[in-house]
């Protein structure tokens, strides 16, 4: 049974459901009106799964309130037959229940919609629908599917999207409280995260184009510089414009970061993805991100930055071209 995230059972006059019922080789649609039936509370702990032929009820169901059916019956929660454009039956149900716009809801709701609408070819080879539309085959032994397994499974991958897009949502609530931003002379969007590194897609997201954070690790921390990679570009003069590199940021950070440690170096120990000569800072094979120090490479304490955040913002915006 899917975890209740609230109890909406009210809505249908606290009565509980004990069966829920979809057609047979059961679609997103079926499943996440299933989900949504047990999220909000409107089952029974031991709620059971029917499958009917398509646009059938199961047998026995009539004014059983206790019985519902999503995507099959042609009652409220079926859209075959109704000409209502393009929605889905769990999207029938989840304005019922008022949750169809909330942050996780809403783009499980996108997402199957476009499964609906026989879009499925748009879809990347690398998204989550591809693992979905295969769990019941995965669970499936001489022609018999065992279907509480797949709805089992489907809910886990449906709550990781929820969860998922929840995240991105408080982020972007919480990205208009960050330490500030910078608008260079040509118009690139440069942001100081703080220590706030979560907030890097919120980011993105909002059209900023450079990124900068910092992360506290013990009585030291690590930095990061990003470049947008989701921009959409509106012309060819903007894709050039657009098209930045960390390259001259980083060596100007090396250079300041040897000046601060006393360190003597050549400008052969300033260029490349890192520097024998000067700790920490390292360049990504695409010049679109920046580190010192990272998850995957912890520095010792001697070779995290001894630059401020401010100098590093600083040196960021003029590696970037901008006269500060």
């Known amino acids: 049974m899917g975890k209740v995230i609230s109890d909406l059972s009210h809505k249908f006059g606290g009565i509980k459901v004990h069966t829920l019922v979809g057609h047979t080789r059961p679609d997103l649609d079926v499943l996440l009106g299933f989900y949504l039936a047990e999220c909000f509370g409107l089952c029974t702990p031991d709620v059971r799964y029917e499958f009917v032929r398509s646009g059938e009820t199961l047998a026995g169901s009539a ?6 059916h999503i995507d099959t019956g042609r009652g409220e929660y079926d859209t075959h037959g109704k000409a209502l454009g393009e929605t ?23 997402w199957v919609n476009e499964f609906d609408a026989g879009r499925q070819a748009d879809f990347p080879p690398t998204d989550l629908f591809h693992h979905v539309k295969r769990i019941p085959n995965r669970n499936t032994v001489d022609g018999v599917t065992n279907w509480e397994k797949v709805v089992e499974q489907t809910y886990e991958c449906f709550d990781s999207v929820r969860e998922s ?92 970061e040897a000046n601060g440690r006393g360190l003597r170096v050549s400008d052969a120990d300033l260029v490349g993805y890192d520097s024998a000569k000067v700790p920490g800072w390292f360049l990504h094979d695409s010049e679109r991100l920046v580190l010192c120090g990272s998850g995957t490479h912890p520095l010792d304490k001697d070779e995290c930055t001894k630059l401020s955040a401010e100098q590093i913002f600083k040196i960021v915006l003029i590696g970037l071209g901008e006269k500060v």
Request: net charge positive; with cysteine; charged share 20%.
């Open 165 to 256: 897009a929840k995240s991105a949502h408080l982020n972007q609530q919480a990205f208009p409280d960050t330490t500030g931003f910078h608008v260079t002379a040509d118009g690139l969007v440069v942001w100081m995260l703080g220590k706030q590194p979560y907030l890097k897609d919120a980011a993105f997201k909002a059209g900023v184009d450079v990124v900068v954070w910092t992360q506290p690790v013990n009585s030291h921390y690590y930095v990061g510089i990003a470049v947008n990679a989701l921009r959409k570009c509106a012309s060819e003069v903007d894709l050039e414009r657009r098209n930045i590199s960390l390259r001259a940021v980083v060596e100007l950070l090396r250079l300041a």
């Open 88 to 110: 889905c039956s769990a999207e029938l149900l989840a304005k019922k229940l008022g949750v169809n716009t909330l942050p996780g809801i809403a783009e499980l709701l996108a």
């Open 63 to 68: 004014a059983n309130p206790r019985i519902l």
